[in-house]
């Protein structure tokens, strides 16, 4: 998982195992420290239409500086 290149799939698919596995055995050596959530939290969703799965994105933005938290795949 070191090329962010490489999916869990296709790791999964060398080592012949599911990619389930894989997301258990990166998160199980992972230790992400998580950022302090901003004091206004603002939400919001993206019209993309990229796919009949992926039509909306959700944005969280730290209302006060504008600045990206985070973008999720669907709302």
């Avoid at 869990?8 to 055995?25: L, M, N, P």
């Avoid at 050596?29 to 039509?55: A, T």
């Amino acid at each position: 998982m070191k090329n962010i290149h490489l999916t869990s799939a296709d790791v999964a698919k060398r080592y012949h195992i599911s990619d389930t596995s894989v997301h258990y055995i990166f998160l199980q050596y992972l230790d992400i420290k998580r950022l302090p959530l901003p004091e206004i939290l603002s939400v919001d969703e993206v019209f993309l239409n990229i796919d009949y799965k992926h039509k909306y994105a959700l944005v969280l933005m730290d209302f006060k500086s504008g600045d990206v938290v985070d973008i999720l795949p669907n709302r």
